[in-house]
């Protein structure tokens, strides 16, 4: 009897034995296969099952992020922001409005660059301080993906040329109209300079714009999860601004060629939001903003802390990017996107 119950004690020992290294096994060929997908791949199987957390309308509510009771940043331009008017056309041809230009970057090409921010919150920030601290988020070089790229308000457009016509809501859902291509154009840039970037397209705002930071933070959470070498997490914006109730374009002359200004957004706790490390994210947007005026002087706008934490609390090297406004064509915004890359890859490197 005893020989008979160490034979079945051995033959279960042997069975649970095989059945960890199997476990060990398929976890090991699990991740394998999972870094061997092409990245272009990876955001198509994402896309697809991305809202299978979300089917129930209540768990996707309590969820909610700080920022989805914020509307689009509007900048309203008016004797405190000192604009540099390049082009200022108040005229019409019929009911086509033409668009004027400016330079909000707060100095021009005559004058030395420096880094000016607009602080909506109380703290006090040195960015001397942050240029001397070294990026927490660490390089954005590796052999494996060290950026996300998304658009929490992927429907965001642009003008289609000069003018546009009252009652243009400059919104899309077309991907090669809006700022899901200006994201493209960042990602091509990127990855031609040897960075290895995920590219997400899904729109978050397309079926309920208020619930748009929701969403845009549970894929974030799960790309992070997919591919835990992210360290910079990009949301792609455009700003809408207005002069004289007219929509302006913002503008930058790099090389011959019109660029429309961009402006680094950084969250901070200050609206509620469990984000300590916002000071990880602002020092990376100062050593970005630096590397910008020194390579293209008036491409940036003051770099804007907010109140909100716009789902920045989780990556330390979480950045949302107003490329341009409402008035600027998509031709410009891509412009602008590809010197962005540049910098990129001279700042954080």
């Known amino acids: 009897m005893w020989e008979i119950r160490k034979r079945q004690a051995v033959i279960a020992f042997t069975k649970f ?124 070089f590796s052999d494996k993906p060290t950026v996300l790229i998304y658009h929490t308000h992927g429907t965001e457009g642009y003008a289609s040329g000069e003018t546009y016509k009252a009652g243009d809501n400059f919104r899309t859902e077309n991907i090669n109209e809006n700022v899901v291509a200006v994201g493209k154009a960042l990602t091509e840039e990127l990855e031609r300079l040897g960075i290895r970037v995920i590219h997400d397209t899904e729109m978050y705002d397309r079926e309920d714009y208020s619930l748009s930071y929701s969403k845009s933070k549970k894929a974030v959470k799960a790309w992070l999860a997919m591919y835990p070498s992210i360290r910079y997490c990009i949301d792609i914006h455009r700003d809408s601004v207005v002069m004289n109730e007219k929509q302006v374009k913002l503008i930058s002359e790099i ?24 000071l990880d994210n602002f020092t990376a947007a100062v050593h970005l903003q630096n590397k910008i005026n020194e390579m293209y002087p008036t491409l940036a706008r003051p770099i804007y802390l907010r109140t909100a934490s716009f789902n920045q609390d989780l990556s330390p090297g979480a950045l949302l990017i107003e490329f341009g406004s409402s008035g600027n064509t998509l031709e410009e915004a891509i412009e602008a996107a590809k010197l962005t890359a540049e910098a990129m890859a001279e700042a954080l490197k």
């Open 17 to 140: 034995c095989t059945l960890v290294v199997l476990c060990v096994l398929i976890m090991l060929l699990s991740a394998l296969f999972v870094s061997l997908i092409p990245q272009s791949v990876a955001s198509k199987i994402y896309s697809r099952f991305r809202y299978t957390a979300e089917s129930n309308t209540e768990s996707s509510k309590t969820e909610s992020s700080d920022t989805d009771k914020y509307d689009e940043i509007t900048t309203i331009i008016d004797h405190t922001w000192q604009p540099v008017i390049l082009k200022d056309d108040t005229s019409y041809e019929g009911d086509a409005i033409f668009v004027s230009s400016v330079n909000l970057s707060r100095y021009t090409k005559s004058q030395k660059p420096a880094i000016f921010i607009i602080n909506q919150t109380k703290y006090t920030i040195n960015t001397d301080n942050c240029l001397e601290t070294d990026i927490p988020a660490g390089s954005i």
């Open 255 to 278: 090389n011959g060629k019109n660029a429309a200004q961009i402006m680094l957004v950084v969250g901070t706790d200050e609206g509620g939001s469990s984000h300590g490390g916002w």
